[in-house]
């Protein structure tokens, strides 16, 4: 049985700082992703990362904020999030692909990812 599970949301003031963890369980993936969603919004693509190392990939309003990074022997992918922003807040969701993506675009749309995490609330006061 897959599971993701998140841990490391919460109350952050501006500028500061999180780090989500999302530990996978159940059987090996090509892709792992984070998506965020605000009330009323839309699921946005955060961050991903290929499983095995090396590609990684950002919504440009994180860029240079966030890192999305993997610990292999822990089956674990982590959102390092840095100069957080109010609209940084949202409910983040860790999600997993049996198989390895071809190309950018796959990692950045939900529908590439077969498994989902529960999600995280993270909250930045301004």
């Known amino acids: 049985q897959v599971q993701l599970v998140e841990s490391g949301g919460g109350l952050v003031q501006a500028g500061g700082s999180l780090r989500l963890s999302c530990a996978a369980s159940?059987?090996?993936?090509?892709?792992m992703g984070w998506f965020r969603q605000a009330p009323g919004k839309e699921r946005d693509f955060v961050a991903a990362?290929?499983?095995?190392?090396?590609?990684?990939y950002y919504a440009d309003s994180v860029k240079g904020r966030f890192t999305i990074s993997t610990d292999n022997a822990k089956n674990t992918v982590y959102l390092q999030m840095n100069s957080l922003k109010p609209e940084d807040t949202a409910v983040y969701s860790c999600?997993?692909?049996?198989?390895?993506?071809?190309?950018?675009?796959?990692?950045?749309?939900?529908?590439?990812?077969?498994?989902w995490g529960q999600g995280t609330q993270v909250t930045v006061s301004s």
């Open positions: 990362i290929r499983w095995s190392g090396g590609n990684t």
């Open positions: 159940g059987r090996t993936f090509g892709a």
């Open positions: 999600a997993a692909a049996k198989a390895y993506l071809s190309g950018s675009y796959y990692y950045r749309i939900p529908h590439s990812y077969d498994y």
